[in-house]
C-alpha cells in the first residue's frame, strides 16, 4: 500500500490533464486515418447517407473500378518512381557532399555550407516560376526527371544541415585507421562512415519520402496535364464540381496511405534516434 500511495502522490494533476489533452489530440489526428479507411470499403450511397457509420459490409467494388477504369495504376507508379529515384539520388549525392565539407576545414567549405542554409531560407514560391522556365530551357519540363532534379535540389539544403551534424560528431580515427588499411576517401565513406548514419538516413528517407509521395503542387504543375501523373493529383481529379465518386476517392486515399505507413513503421526507430541525435548534435 505504501508503493502506491508514493506512486499516486508522484502523479500530478497537471500531469493527468497534459495526458488527457494529448489523447484527444491524438484522436484528432488518427480520426480522419480511420474515417477513410472505414469509408475505402462503403459504396458510394453508403457514404453520403452517412459518413462515420460504420460498412455494411465489405465492399471492395471502389478498388476494382480504381485499378481497372482509371489511370490510378499509371498514377501509381509514377509517384513510386518519383519516390524511389528522388530518395535514391538524395541518399548517393547529399551525405558525400555533406561528409566532404564536415571533414574540410576552409574558407570555401563554409561558404558552400552557408550558401546550403540560406537556400532553406527561401520559399518555393519566390523562385517557382523562374525554376519552371529553368527546365523548360532544359528540356526536363512535361517530364518524369523535372520533379525528380526539383526534389534532390530541395533536399540539398536540410539534408547538409543534418548530415554535416552527424558526421561532425563521427572520430576522425576512425577515418584513419581505414586510410592506414589501403581504403580510398570514397571507400572509407560508404563502408566505414555511412553505416554509422543510419538514424540521420532514415530520418531523412521518412521526411523527404512524405513530401515527395504527397506532393500535390509539383506533379500537378511540371507534369504533362494529359494522362496520369500521381496519386494525390489523380485522386483530386475522382472530386468533380458536379458530382463525385467518393468510394473510388477513398480507395485511392487508402491505396496512397498504406505504402508510406509500412516504410514509416519499418524505420521509425531509426526515426526517433536520427531526430533526437540530431536535436542534440545541432
Known amino acids: 500500500m505504501s508503493k502506491e500511495k508514493a506512486v499516486r502522490s508522484r502523479i500530478r494533476p497537471g500531469q493527468v490533464a497534459l ?3 494529448l489523447t484527444v489530440l491524438a484522436l484528432l489526428f488518427v480520426s480522419p486515418l480511420f474515417i477513410s479507411f472505414m469509408s475505402a470499403f462503403k459504396t458510394n450511397g453508403e457514404i453520403l447517407k452517412d459518413p462515420i457509420a460504420l460498412p455494411s459490409g465489405f ?3 471502389g478498388f476494382e473500378y480504381l485499378f481497372a477504369k482509371t489511370d490510378f ?5 509514377h509517384s513510386m518512381f518519383l519516390t524511389i529515384v528522388s530518395e535514391t539520388l538524395i541518399i548517393a549525392v547529399i551525405p558525400m557532399g555533406a561528409y566532404g565539407i564536415a571533414r574540410t576545414r576552409t574558407k570555401l567549405s563554409t561558404a558552400i555550407y552557408t550558401f ?3 537556400g532553406m531560407m527561401i520559399p518555393f514560391q519566390a523562385y517557382m516560376v523562374a525554376l519552371f522556365r529553368q527546365l523548360n530551357v532544359l528540356g526536363l519540363f512535361g517530364t518524369l526527371a523535372g520533379p525528380v532534379v526539383i ?3 530541395g533536399a ?3 539534408g547538409t544541415l543534418l548530415f554535416t551534424s552527424f558526421v561532425s560528431g563521427i572520430p576522425q580515427e576512425i577515418e584513419e585507421a581505414a586510410q592506414i588499411d589501403g581504403c580510398s576517401a570514397l571507400r572509407t565513406f560508404w563502408q566505414i562512415v555511412f553505416p554509422l548514419l543510419k538514424p540521420c538516413t532514415a530520418s531523412m528517407v521518412i521526411l523527404n519520402g512524405l513530401g515527395i509521395w504527397n506532393d500535390f503542387l509539383m506533379p500537378s504543375l511540371v507534369l504533362p496535364s494529359t494522362g496520369a501523373k500521381t496519386i494525390n493529383v489523380e485522386i483530386y481529379r475522382f472530386a468533380g464540381e458536379l458530382s463525385s465518386r ?5 480507395s485511392g486515399v487508402v ?3 498504406v505504402p508510406i505507413l509500412i516504410v514509416f513503421f519499418c524505420l521509425q526507430g531509426y526515426f526517433v534516434k536520427g531526430i533526437t541525435a540530431g536535436a542534440a548534435k545541432g
Open 151 to 153: 526534389y534532390v535540389a
Open 19 to 21: 495526458f488527457l489533452f
Open 246 to 250: 467518393w468510394d473510388i476517392v477513398f
Open 73 to 77: 495504376p499509371k498514377a501509381f507508379f
Open 255 to 257: 491505396c496512397g496511405i
Open 59 to 61: 465492399y471492395t467494388g
Open 156 to 158: 540539398s539544403g536540410f
Open 116 to 118: 546550403f542554409l540560406a
